[in-house]
């Protein structure tokens, strides 16, 4: 045990950092050594500290002998001066009797020691601590139900593993491994490398290569998507529509529709879609022109990408035009989320989280991503250009009146009616995921959260020279580990 600071040898009564063992270094871990210095801080975390065949002591006398250490000699044929690692062999004193080893000379199958590429002996340490082996660790599903968005068999976004802080090996250059079994198809992922299917010997990869800055998925040829923290032991399924979903700046996005659409949808719907309803899919995105500009840049969504996506119950966002009759009429705002199942009203939507009934059905209705708005007979007219305006009551509005900044109505100057724009468009984004209830995720990997440790003591017998070898072994939980 050793002290992190010392005497002064040039000032009585005043103490120093300990530069007789320790060197002091700047923010950029640059040895300076400067005592007189405050922004300097002692390098504590060096693995080769007894080895440290620097001088000891202050920049200004450095080597001197007054920075040596009770016990302090010198290296035979060395330089006469004060060294780090001089001093750490005094200090030091050897836990084992000099009749026993904690390290080991390596020796071939005919007993020869076995020597590196510097032709010295390479030993091997009797005291180690490795971190702890995990085979074919099933992870854990942090949820297997969504009761409060009505999905009672929800495959959950996150997976958890017994122990986190993956590592691999570095001796035989292995890595940590995921393999999630969905579909009928396992997955496969090697620690920071690719997605790629299991038994492919190219590795082709087929994940989704999200940008840590932008967001958005690089990889054109992406057929499955997973995600993992190998420090949490966590491994992901659920991602934002927006990691698809771009503007023309390549900017997250929302899926946008026109509310006139939506409503001439009601009486001629598009294909597969039933009438007498409001409602649009979020497989398909218009690239129409509204209120001049753009609906969206492209018509590529999650479920064009990947088609048996399913959205994750509860992370819709429903922006559309206020229906409420009054100042805020057609201007934007957050629809409430009903069941599909209920007398949906004004500023209310349904949604189907995943298909209803067999994979894939025909029917837009029956589809995932199906999105239902009021759909009661409308009763009433829109024309917002009246002093006294007319609104729609179950149409989603399709203008808004034009107002100056203390919110007074804007008149034609010709007609004296209120001058109208194109209300807000509808704006939905979610998150996704690809895995199934079912689905199956394993990890191999050695964890840092326990720690085996062996302890291999040989004591010789004087008489004989042989060894006898003691060895103990046990597992040690890391509890500081996230510090």
Request: aromatic share 10%; proline share 9%; hydrophobic share 35%.
């Amino acid at each position: 045990e050793v002290t992190t600071s010392t005497p002064d040898p040039s000032k009585a009564g005043q103490y120093i950092p300990n530069v007789k063992l320790f060197h002091l270094v700047d923010a950029n871990n640059i040895v300076v050594d400067d005592t007189t210095k405050t922004n300097l801080t002692l390098r504590l975390h060096d693995p080769n500290f007894f080895y440290d065949d620097g001088l000891a002591g202050d920049i200004t006398s450095k080597g001197d002998i007054k920075w040596a250490v009770p016990g302090w000699k010198p290296t035979p044929g060395g330089d006469g001066k004060v060294h780090i690692s001089e001093n750490w062999k005094a200090v030091s004193s050897s836990l084992l009797s000099s009749k026993a080893d904690a390290v080991q000379i390596q020796r071939d199958i005919n007993n020869k020691i076995v020597f590196d590429a510097a032709n010295l002996p390479v030993p091997r340490p009797l005291v180690t601590f490795k971190p702890m082996y995990v085979s074919a660790d099933q992870a854990v599903p942090k949820q297997l139900s969504d009761s409060g968005n009505e999905t009672p068999n929800a495959a959950s976004q996150t997976y958890r593993t017994q122990y986190g802080h993956w590592a691999g090996n570095v001796v035989n250059g292995t890595n940590y491994r995921v393999l999630v079994n969905s579909n009928n198809t396992t997955y496969e992922a090697d620690g920071n490398g690719p997605i790629y299917v299991a038994g492919d010997a190219a590795k082709k990869d087929i994940g989704p290569d999200v940008d840590p800055v932008t967001g958005a998925f690089t990889n054109a040829a992406t057929t499955y998507a997973f995600s993992y923290d190998q420090y949490r032991g966590i491994v992901n399924f659920s991602f934002p529509s927006t990691g698809l979903v771009r503007d023309a700046q390549n900017n997250p996005a929302p899926c946008r529709y026109s509310p006139a659409d939506i409503n001439a949808a009601y009486n001629n719907p598009p294909p597969n879609m039933a009438a007498n309803l409001r409602a649009l899919e979020l497989a398909t995105l218009p690239v129409t022109v509204y209120n001049a500009v753009p609906l969206n840049q492209s018509a590529g969504t999650p479920f064009s990408v990947y088609p048996f996506a399913h959205i994750v119950p509860g992370s819709e966002k429903v922006f559309g035009p206020d229906q409420r009759a009054g100042a805020n009429y057609g201007h934007r705002m957050q629809y409430t989320r009903v069941s599909m199942d209920s007398d949906i009203g004004p500023n209310e939507f349904a949604i189907n989280y995943d298909p209803i009934g067999p994979p894939n059905p025909v029917q837009g209705e029956l589809r995932t991503g199906y999105v239902r708005f009021d759909s009661h007979a409308e009763k009433s007219s829109e024309d917002l250009t009246l002093t006294a305006p007319q609104y729609y009551q179950d149409r989603l509005p399709e203008t808004v009146v034009l107002t100056d900044p203390n919110g007074i109505p804007i008149k034609d100057p010709q007609t004296g009616r209120n001058k109208i724009a194109p209300a807000d468009a509808v704006e939905v984004s979610y998150s996704f995921q690809l895995n199934q209830p079912g689905d199956s995720i394993r990890v191999d990997y050695y964890t840092r959260d326990v720690i085996n440790v062996s302890l291999e003591a040989r004591y010789y017998d004087p008489s004989s020279a042989t060894p006898q070898v003691t060895t103990l072994t046990d597992k040690i939980k890391v509890r500081n580990l996230l510090r």
